[in-house]
DNA sequence: TTGTACGCGTTATCAC
DNA sequence: GTGATAACGCGTACAA
């Protein structure tokens, strides 16, 4: 079924059913209704292949989302498709896994499917240089991991992992903890992990308490890193190695969700024993016992300012800049007061 | 850039190109190598519009999903797409959205993207033959609720939901529980929530337990099916109206996950006050605390199996039948033995 | 208002 | 081995 066959079978050119098909005005009501039925009796739908090659002009933007294991991430492909068609582009989704390349991705979504420009979403990009250098279309990148040595001159959108880190180790002490651990980033990851681990050491630092390098704990490598069995893993060797620790922040919430598994199984209990603050802020948190006190990312904003700008910047108003949202402290119940109005509270455990 | 560029920088045809890239063994290696460098050099990659325009014959399968709110379904996306891609597929993905058609999907699939086949993914279909009497190329249905009442003649592979169901709450009954109420899917779910309630009323039937209508409790209509905060809520109606009960049965994991939120928000405790059962078995489940006893779904098996009789179908050997996978109840710590070696067990409480 | 003819970038069929 | 050239299905400028 062609176009060609639906105007042959209405008695018409193609060029007519064309124009029906994409409500040209200039095409007579009655043509237009007999053609339509013909179309809907067939079930004819034109072939893109050929339609994108002759409009050339598809005001398409690519969605490449890089380590989608993270619910956090899943989460915003969906809203951030609507904003995407509300600012008039369709867009295209596209998924990279964690052994592949983002920057091969990218270009393949360029040149095969023309896209006017891409969002990256999520993930870790080792050289942002390399991997962006061919990149030839505006460009996003939305809460990606970038190594903070290398200054790639682009538009960022990200939560300030070292501030908000801060805030969350911050409220900890706050609330009377001194021995808290941090379930950290892989060893090599110089950027999510390395940045919220330096605003660990700052809250620390800030208040006046001696950073112990013994109380990082980075998650292992075999396992895939942010996800809740390394979250698991990561938190029995703290507990074993750091039996005197009272609260523990995880750089995510997936790994937390693994850490109340080990804090359990070793026969304590949240936030009697310990205390736990996660970062993200994904929907299920609030549904683990005790609901997750959790630094929650404002993916609404995130989404707003990615979709706004790629906009910006495909209409050659884009610069580069570096857009941070702010997150917020989301306090629920897994975190105990160790500290009352100022005093420490005496336990008898 | 296109492959005429290409052909005028390298000084040969167009034709010459087109086969370097393709691997053709009939140019020489002297001239692919030139040709490559080229191509290496002004990364340049073919136009896949136009590529598929002339193919017509991509052996592509589409991979429609419906519902992804689940990460059950989910996690079955990946393996899907590596499956059929060592069938010598590639994999094109759609989802389509609660509210969406997924007979229009599914012929756009075919028109759009020549596609040679379509495993549709989860998800609830209303009226299948309507849906699926324009699909004129071989199809699987794996994993989505069907209603009951029609039968049409495809491919589809489930779990037997009432068997599995009756298994899950015939455990419960052998722990001793009597009074045990259910999360079942909405009110005009005639499919996967119909089925596995029948599943609870055939266990309680077998075991000479007399059905109660006023332990089963339909999701809410307002909020998407299946979900966390749809069985939150609705466990917070069977705490209200029925205190007596010792177990539930959560129609899935998910929201079984909500039901524990409820639980201890009332005060009381899992397995001891009430023990929950769940379905499904997504990764998470086992995170929860306690463990959620779950009977999951061997996603793998039905993985090959989709794939596996896709790739016949497409071959012409395809032929219409149900096929079964069993799922396995995995014994976590959400249920509490009410009956000790045959004896009723005597609680204080 | 409608029909005709051309070209989008690629692959395949010919000749050479 | 290689180069011209004809399709693939569609949108649109141009002519009618």
């Known amino acids: 079924m ?21 409500n040209d005005p200039r095409v007579k009501k009655e043509t237009r209704e007999r053609i339509l039925s013909v179309v809907k009796k067939h079930n004819f739908i034109p072939n893109s292949s050929a339609r994108n090659l002759k409009l050339m002009d598809t005001n398409t933007v690519g969605l490449l989302c890089m380590g989608i294991n993270n619910p956090f991430f899943q989460s915003m492909f969906h809203p951030m498709e609507s904003e995407l068609e509300k600012l008039g582009y369709s867009a295209f989704f596209m998924e990279v896994g964690v052994d ?16 006017k420009g ?31 040595s290398s200054t790639p001159d682009c538009i960022a959108i990200s939560v300030d992992d070292e501030k908000e880190s801060e805030k969350a180790v911050s409220y900890l002490i706050k609330e009377g903890h001194e021995r808290i651990a941090i379930i950290a980033g892989r060893k090599d990851d110089k950027a999510v992990g390395a940045l919220r681990l330096s605003g660990y050491k700052k809250a620390l630092e800030k208040h006046g308490i001696k ?38 922040f ?29 970062f993200d802020g994904i929907e299920y948190s609030k549904y683990l016992h005790p609901p997750l006190t959790t630094m ?15 906009d910006l910047a495909i209409k050659g108003e884009g610069k580069a800049k570096m857009i941070y949202v702010g997150a917020k402290l989301v306090k629920r119940d897994s975190v ?10 005496k336990h008898t455990s």
Do not use: W
């Open 211 to 248: 950073y112990d390098p013994k109380l990082v704990f980075h998650m292992e490598d075999g396992i895939p890193d942010f996800s809740a069995e390394n979250g698991y893993k990561t938190m029995k060797k703290v507990i074993k190695k750091c039996p005197d620790i009272t609260a523990v």
């Open 118 to 148: 891409i969002i990256f979403l999520g993930g870790m990009m080792k050289d942002p240089d390399v991997v962006l250098r061919h990149v030839t279309v505006p460009y996003i990148l939305c809460s990606v991991g970038i190594d903070m």
């Open 100 to 115: 592949e390349d983002e920057g091969e991705a990218a270009l393949k979504l360029i040149h095969e499917k023309n896209i």
């Open 250 to 278: 995880a750089i995510s919430d997936v790994t937390a969700l693994g850490a109340y598994k080990a804090i359990y199984e070793a026969g304590l209990r949240i936030p009697e024993d310990i205390s736990v603050v996660g």
């Open 336 to 345: 105990k007061k160790e500290r009352e109005n100022g005093t420490k509270v």
């Open 296 to 310: 929650v990312q404002p993916t609404d904003e995130m989404i707003h300012e990615a979709t706004e700008n790629i």
């Open 2 to 22: 062609t176009i060609k066959d639906i105007a042959e079978l209405c008695g018409v050119g193609t060029g007519t059913v064309s124009r029906a098909l994409n």
